[in-house]
């Protein structure tokens, strides 16, 4: 801008950085305004034509929860790019639970499911996976969500997510009850979908000779697993799917992803200490080829008889950092 003094060129700057905020806001359904820093603030808005999503922030992170799908679809600074991928092509739809799809319908975003995945069975539960859920807000920081009960598992899981009034962190409490005088024991199965990350750290375990458990059926394409800074290193594979995964620990799993360094971890190990499904891989990761250019964060409690109260709590952490060199 030639002739403007630099106080003039800064103000202009930051009215033209205040517009494109307020341009991507719009764009991304979620145009009501932030509270000031350290005050949480939810609100209904449409997002990506889903009606009356709910929208918690506290003017510095933003996360949009989709009650007619079940998930949480947006995670990131705001005004920020998402850490969630999303696939646009199901924006604004649903399942139809009565005729669902044969294939799971894969909107993005985080969800939970049951482990072992071989007791489960594949696609995923629809009612557990898309079913709507019940929203409440608790407190000003604090929403819970309740979901279908499933017809065919017989549970059903409710939800707390709670935002830090500063910084990034949100910390989100899942219980898994029981809807009859069931006796299957089951793992709570955070699956976190991240968007295009150049790649996810996972702590380096000596219980297996690689430092990891590779998936015997979807075993990472070479070149993708590395070890750098005392971590395992996985990178996505354009062409192949793979999954790798390691024992319980508190460490957390992040992802380098467009709108900084995404972490997850579960909290409290002594209610995530106990048989864990997958050969005691309380933390796993999945790669995913192209045409959908996205990375899993997945999380696993220890499997456990549902209770009709949720007296058993799998307690989880989300936080956003600065991007970093890799």
């Known amino acids: 801008m030639p002739g403007l003094n630099r106080c003039a060129r800064t103000a202009a700057d930051r009215a033209l950085r205040s517009i494109a905020t307020a341009i991507l806001l719009a764009f991304l359904g979620l145009a009501a305004a932030s509270p000031a820093l350290g005050v949480v603030a939810i ?28 998930r949480v679809m947006r995670y990131g600074y705001v005004g920020k790019p998402n850490a969630l991928w999303e696939n646009p092509a199901l924006f604004g739809t649903t399942v139809d639970l009565k005729n669902p799809p044969k294939d799971w319908t894969n909107f993005g975003g985080e969800k939970l499911w049951p482990a072992p995945q071989d007791r489960s069975g594949w696609p995923p539960d ?64 955070e699956v976190t979908q991240a968007d295009s990350p150049v790649g996810i750290e996972m702590k380096k375990t000596y219980r297996y000779r690689t ?15 590395n070890e750098r800074r005392g971590k395992i290193w ?15 620990t508190i460490t957390p799993l992040t992802a380098y992803v467009k709108g900084g360094q995404f972490s997850v971890w579960a909290d409290n190990p002594e209610e995530t200490s106990g048989f864990m499904p997958d050969d005691g891989c309380a933390q796993q990761l999945w790669s995913n080829p192209d045409p959908l250019k996205y990375m899993e964060l997945e999380l696993l409690s220890p499997i456990r008889l549902p209770s009709t109260t949720g007296r058993h709590r799998f307690v989880t952490h989300w936080k956003l950092a600065p991007s970093r060199s890799q």
């Open 43 to 70: 609100r209904r808005a449409d997002y990506h034509g889903w009606k009356g999503a709910y929208r918690m922030t506290n003017g510095t992170v933003d996360l949009v929860f989709v009650p007619q799908i079940g």
């Open 126 to 189: 629809v009612e557990l996976d898309a079913g709507s859920q019940r929203v409440e807000v608790l407190k000003v920081n604090v929403v819970r969500m309740t979901g279908k009960a499933s017809g065919k598992l017989h549970i059903r899981f409710v939800r707390e997510f709670e935002m830090s009034p500063n910084g990034s962190e949100v910390t989100i409490s899942n219980s898994m009850l029981k809807v009859t005088d069931t006796f299957e024991q089951w793992s709570i199965w």
């Open 211 to 225: 430092g990891y458990r590779p998936w015997p059926d979807a075993k990472p394409e070479p070149g993708t697993v």
């Open 234 to 248: 996985l990178t996505r594979s354009k062409t192949q799917g793979g999954k790798i995964g390691g024992p319980q």
